[in-house]
Structures are given as C-alpha cells and as structure tokens.
C-alpha cells in the first residue's frame, strides 16, 4: 500500500535537495548513494580496515586462530567445495592440463638439447597414459 508524503509523492520517491546531491549516477544509469563503505575507493577501504585491524589487535580482541582452529576451518571450507562436483571436476582438468603442457614442454626442450628424458619425464608418462576408452573434451 502507497502513502503519500506533505509533498504529494508516493513513499520512496521523496526528492530531498539534499539526499539527490549524494545520489550519482552509474555506467549503467542507475542511481545510487555515493555515501558508505562500500561506495568507497578500495584504498581507502583498505586503510579503514587497516585501522580497524590495528585497534583490534591494539585492544586484545583479535582473534588469532591456532593451528587446530585453522585445520577445522581449512576442512569445513574444502568440504564444502568438494560437494560441487563440477567445480572439482574443473580443478582436475586445469591441473591435468598444466602438467601436459609441463611434460611437452620437457620433452620439447630434451629434444632440442639432445638429452634423453629423465626417470621424472618417464615416471610422468606412465602414469598419465591414457585409459582404454577414456577421451578427453577441449
């Protein structure tokens, strides 16, 4: 339900003078406050929190995490992530793609220099032979 203000507009479209001059206008040309933390420029963003920081530690409550804190939290956020199997099957392919290209740029680099691959480049390929009726997508 709409109420009318003093001045006659529906309630949201009051025109204050002084609440337009904190309005500007984006790239896409919408309006938004240009007041708070987050219509900031990330450097001064930073030195806020900074300070913050600062008088956190300064004052003796900052938290620090010990290494058991940090082991549970570095769990509970890898199993999380782990439950979006297409997000880890994405890792996979980026991980297998960098070190194929790792392995032929060794070989590549032997072949020119005349060297034999080394027991690593041999130990690589054998484990990334490929298995009967796998393929791989681009």
Do not use: W
């Amino acid at each position: 339900m709409a109420h009318e203000n003093a001045t006659g507009t529906q309630g949201g479209e009051n025109r204050n003078p002084e609440t337009e001059s904190k309005l500007e206008e984006n790239a896409t040309g919408s309006r938004r406050s240009n007041r708070g933390f987050a219509s900031m420029d990330p450097a001064k963003q930073r030195e806020i929190a900074s300070k913050g920081g600062r008088a956190a530690h300064e004052k003796g409550t900052a938290h620090q995490f010990s290494a058991n804190e940090a082991r549970e939290a570095g769990k509970k956020g890898g199993g999380a992530v782990s439950q979006d199997r297409h997000h880890m099957a994405e890792i996979g392919r980026i991980g297998g793609q960098a070190r194929g290209r790792k392995q032929r740029a060794n070989a590549q680099q032997a072949a020119s220099s005349g060297e034999a691959p080394s027991a690593d480049d041999k130990d690589d390929e054998a484990t990334t032979q490929r298995r009967p009726g796998s393929t791989t997508q681009h």
